[in-house]
């Protein structure tokens, strides 16, 4: 690329969004309608993402290279601090890499008991959803999560968005909230790190988290290997954004921006907020290598 500044090279730069879920996860979209879906928004590269799961990869790869989108294949990990779910993006890490592998299965084993647990106590309470009737929303092998509760009341008829039952009975202070196994973030971040993965803090300043992440917890995660902050995400108004803009100056983090789109199941737009093509350049060259940025 030659760097004209002109504003012809500013218009021909890619559109890169780093964080989406399929339907392996809580995205309402297979990965390859993922892929199609990217395409018609006109995302250039895009990083398929799902909840403790790599699954979705094999699926994604062939319809990036069907659509001409250019694939990162990465997850986000759920990480238990202070009783709160913090969650971690972990870019082009090893799938094959055992410590990696375990930790997922044994988060996604946790969380099939923890759903369960969950429907008895709002069906307890009244509440008209049955533990059938969430497992009927999971695709088979998925990461199973709360959004799948959500997903059985709209298909019985009692809510019409996931949103409705996320502020009614599903928020991480509700009585009905049951956690699940996930390691430490900064045991996460050692993880992505050691399977030759780069890592960085998904949306670390969401407002709706009963704890919210403290600098002290990303100096120590940045110590252990933490690559850089998700600021430009529709959780963070502008106080959140200059806050991991700071942080990211003083301990020499990059600054990446994505959508976190899951299809229908969050109003989230594929490529509302998106990452500088540079930041992607870092991400690569301190990945390992083998898994690679896949391109068309
Ligand atoms: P879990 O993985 O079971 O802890 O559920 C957390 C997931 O719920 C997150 O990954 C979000 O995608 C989703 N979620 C949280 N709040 C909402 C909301 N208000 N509307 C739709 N989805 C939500
Ligand atoms: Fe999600
Ligand atoms: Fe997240
Ligand atoms: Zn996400």
Known sequence: MTPTGSAGAELARPVIDLHAHSSVSDGTETPAELLAAAAAAGIDVLAITDHDSVAGWDEAAA??????????RGIEISCAWRHSSIHLLGYLPDPQDRPLRQELARARDSRSTRLERMVERMSADGIPVTYAE???QVA?????????IADALIANGTI????????SWLGDDSPYYVGHYA????RAVELVRAAGGVPVLAHPFTRTRSASVDD?????MHEAGLAGLEAYHRDHGPDEVRHAEELAARLGLLLTGSSDY????????LGENTTAPEVLEAIEAASSGVTEVLRP
């Open 183 to 186: 390691p430490h973030p900064v």
């Open 63 to 72: 319809a990036a290279h069907e659509h001409g989108v250019t694939l990162v």
């Open 140 to 148: 088979p092998g998925a990461t199973p999560g709360r959004p799948h």
């Open 134 to 136: 969430v497992l009927a």
């Open 216 to 220: 002290a917890l990303i100096s120590r």
């Open 262 to 269: 899951h299809g229908t199941g969050k109003r989230n737009r």
């Open 160 to 167: 019409e968005h996931r949103d409705e039952a996320f502020t």
